[in-house]
């Protein structure tokens, strides 16, 4: 039988490489932010960063990711669309035009979750709804023109509640208690109120967004399996300790947001920025990445300690971009910049040539499966051949050569 187009491998790999698109032009832009000349035309790149990362690349994963778990044909428009627009916006169309586009793919995220909610109604799937909404309103305010300070709340709550109900729907395995769904609504809710209020009154809506995440941060260390998961060994630890790794830097986005208060024009805009989307979204995507990726691609991607090195040089980078940026020490912070994007495409780099091995490794197990079952074929046909042409009581080996020997004077006898 066909395979429907959704379940093939390579559909879901095109729509992925639609994301990887916005990725590679996310961080050209990134580069041309810290003032690595890198092309003419740089300064609309530089102007896109935000929605090419948040919408082009993360949400085009995390929608993919959906899409395939609702197994509807019409949940891949929303990857689809966040990566279409993720590439119009790299290209001479205007900005306005490309944003709508992403927003279609954001609205039916919604409704994915709605989907989902309508199969199973529970707590994690309602905490992810509400992010979704939260992303949707971010890309609508960006398609409005309001600037990136004032659409940080919502960008904050989309990416964190999302995560967070992942990780709730993925601890489930250990039971976490019923207060851990409490405490997690109870925070989606306040996020999802405290970001319009952050567009009213943003002294005061800010601080509350700031209290959201520094909740969601305890949140994680007090319930999370990480905690337990980072004594293991392999990939429950590089996982766990990349969550953890998150949550530290949610919490450190946090505490600079609540003191700092609203960012427009704060020095610390960037390290808030970055805490959220670098220390917390991409560590949480480089650690889920071994598990995520085979189910979504349908390829094996087998963890490998290699893994590391772009987790080490992703938080490295971090802690060097947030200290050098409160300590105005701006080439650090350029070098910061620069360490950070080539972490990313370390990372980018691992995953490529692991499924690659891998594939080729499971490849080479298939071919000897193969040859082993044509060989005991073949063993058995000559079996059968010899067992009807011999007759019964002299197909058996004789183990003594003396008969054999005995056998071939009886022969010449003959
Ligand atoms: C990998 C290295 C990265 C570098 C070097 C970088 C660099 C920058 C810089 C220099 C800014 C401007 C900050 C300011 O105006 O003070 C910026 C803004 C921003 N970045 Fe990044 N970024 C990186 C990765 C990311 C990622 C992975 C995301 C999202 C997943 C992201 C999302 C944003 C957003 C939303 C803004 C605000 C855009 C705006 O102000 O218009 N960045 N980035």
């Known amino acids: 039988m066909a395979v429907p187009l959704i379940q093939r491998g390579g559909t879901r790999l095109a729509v992925m490489a639609l994301g990887g698109v916005s990725l590679i032009g996310g961080l050209g832009a990134a580069l041309a932010l810290v003032g690595i000349p890198i092309a003419d035309g740089a300064s609309r790149l530089a102007s896109v960063h935000g929605p090419l990362m948040v919408i082009g690349f993360v949400t085009t994963l995390i929608a993919l990711e959906r899409a395939v778990s609702l197994r509807k044909p019409w949940a891949f428009a929303a990857p689809a669309c966040t990566g279409l627009g993720g590439i119009l916006l790299l290209t001479p169309v205007p900005v306005a035009a490309a944003l709508a586009v992403q927003c279609v793919g954001l609205a039916v995220l919604v409704a994915v979750y709605s989907r989902l909610w309508d199969r199973a109604p529970s707590v994690p799937v309602g905490v992810q709804w509400l992010g979704a909404v939260l992303g949707l309103g971010a890309g609508l305010l960006w ?11 919502w960008i904050a709550g989309y990416l964190v509640l999302t995560i967070a109900g992942e990780r709730l729907e993925l601890s489930h395995v250990s039971s976490p208690p019923p207060s851990a769904e409490r405490w ?3 925070l989606a809710a306040l996020l999802a109120l405290a970001a319009p209020l952050s567009l009213v009154v943003p002294s005061g809506g800010s601080e509350l967004v700031a209290v959201g995440l520094l909740g969601v941060a305890a949140w994680l260390f007090r319930f999370d399996v990480a905690k337990t998961l980072v004594r293991g060994t392999g990939l ?3 996982a766990a300790a990349n969550m953890l790794a998150a949550a530290v830097w949610l919490a450190v986005a946090g505490l600079i ?3 700092t208060g609203p960012l ?3 020095i610390t805009y960037d390290a808030v920025v970055h805490s959220i989307t670098l220390g917390y979204a991409m560590s949480m995507i480089f650690g889920h990445a071994p598990i995520i990726f085979p189910a979504v691609l349908r390829r094996p991607l087998p963890y490998h300690p290699v893994f590391w090195v772009p987790s080490v040089l992703l938080h490295l980078s971090l802690v060097v971009r947030v200290s050098s940026e409160l300590r105005a020490w701006g080439v650090a912070w350029q070098a910061a910049g620069v360490l950070g994007v080539l972490a990313i495409v370390v990372f980018a780099l691992t995953v490529i040539s692991r499924v690659l091995i891998a594939g080729r490794e499971a490849q ?3 071919e000897e499966r193969r040859a ?4 005991r074929a073949a063993r058995e046909e000559t079996g059968v051949q010899d067992r009807a042409e011999v007759p019964e009581h002299a197909a058996a080996p004789d183990p003594d050569p003396s008969h054999e020997e005995q056998n071939n004077h009886e022969g010449s006898r003959a």
């Open 184 to 186: 997690l609504l109870g």
């Open 257 to 259: 947001w609540l003191v």
């Open 143 to 153: 398609l409005g023109g309001v600037g990136t300070p004032a659409v940080l709340p």
């Open 364 to 366: 080479a197990r298939n």
């Open 372 to 375: 082993r079952i044509a060989a």
């Open 264 to 266: 427009n024009g704060a």
């Open 236 to 238: 429950p630890r590089f």
